[in-house]
């Protein structure tokens, strides 16, 4: 074998070994919630940054970071592609850097499993601080919230131990943007459907089935918005002025205002089910359901 298909082999196994070892460290958190896994998860990448060039050792902690954060945040789909793509990149950008400085302090000669930990903590906490307040989701020390004390290494937690998450610190403003950018394109797409519409068809129908169109895309568990709401109960404020504006608006071209009521109702009442996985209709029933809504809305 050459040098270039062996080099080449190596890189694939270098590669293949740093998006196991992001996925590992994806199962220590919740929801698999294997937390023995952070002892151990990380030993791979590390170890293959020990004697990397700074570009490959960017190119591993990059690649395992896209791993790791795509399954972490997997929940971020909710908001769309335009969401997860870009947020997942800019925290796999954070290990691609922390490799990057180990990779170059060791081609200077200057190794230490200690400086390894030094620099990963400093990008950690960089990563948990900007942009837009940081992220706190993927602290390793959140993965450890069964070892009790442990989890105050890593995470700003409440003064009395706790059992779960729901005390953990996390910074909001990044989930108030994606929030913000979902309602902001819901709202857009209702503009849209609504003056393309040929059939004659009212607001509140147009509504109706741009919710059920909606839900028959595949939704990851939302279970993220608790821990969110017991850190910031004014999380929830842009979803609630949205959606009394559009309750408002609706309210405004729909002249029965029972049918109005009703439809409005049953469409949050089901989006809420969806959203937190406690949807008990069939598809069929589902779409019957709609379809009595729409005849309702006429």
């Known amino acids: 074998m050459t040098e270039a298909p062996r080099a080449s082999s190596r890189t694939s196994v270098a590669i293949a070994i740093a998006v196991a070892s992001g996925l590992v460290t994806a199962f220590a958190f919740p929801g698999p919630d294997l937390g023995i896994l952070a ?6 990448l590390l170890w293959l940054w020990r004697d990397a060039r700074p570009g490959r050792a960017a190119l591993l902690g990059f690649v395992a970071g896209l791993a790791f ?27 691609a850097g922390a490799g990057a400085v180990v990779g170059t302090l060791a ?4 190794r230490s499993p200690f400086l390894t930990a030094a620099v990963w903590v400093v990008f950690e906490a960089f990563r948990t601080r900007w942009p837009l307040g940081g992220l706190a989701w993927g602290q390793l020390g959140v993965a450890l919230h069964d070892f009790g004390d442990m989890i105050r290494s890593a995470t700003n937690s409440a003064a009395e131990d706790e059992s779960d998450l729901s005390r953990v610190g996390a910074r909001l403003p990044i989930f108030e943007a ?6 902001d ?6 503009e849209t459907t609504a003056k393309a519409g040929a059939s004659g068809e009212s607001l509140l129908a147009v509504y109706i089935r741009l919710s059920a169109n909606e839900w028959e895309k ?11 709401i017991a850190e910031d109960p004014d999380f929830l404020t842009p979803i609630k ?7 408002e608006r609706l ?8 049918a109005l009521l009703i439809c409005y109702l049953a469409i949050e009442g089901l989006r809420s089910m969806n959203l937190f996985d406690s949807d008990v209709l069939s598809v069929d029933e589902r779409r019957l359901l709609v379809s009595s809504l729409l005849q309702i809305a006429g």
């Open 39 to 44: 002892f151990v998860s990380l030993v791979p």
């Open 69 to 95: 954060f795509g399954f972490h945040l997997s929940w971020t789909w909710y908001f769309g592609a335009i969401a997860i793509v870009p947020l997942v990149a800019l925290q796999a950008a954070f290990w």
């Open 107 to 110: 081609r200077r000669g200057i």
């Open 178 to 183: 994606l929030v913000q950018g979902y309602l």
């Open 185 to 190: 394109e819901f709202d857009a797409a209702l």
């Open 218 to 228: 595949p939704q990851p568990s939302a279970s993220w918005i608790f821990s969110a």
């Open 241 to 247: 002025t949205f959606k009394r504006q559009l309750f």
């Open 251 to 258: 309210k405004g071209e729909t002249p029965d205002i029972k």
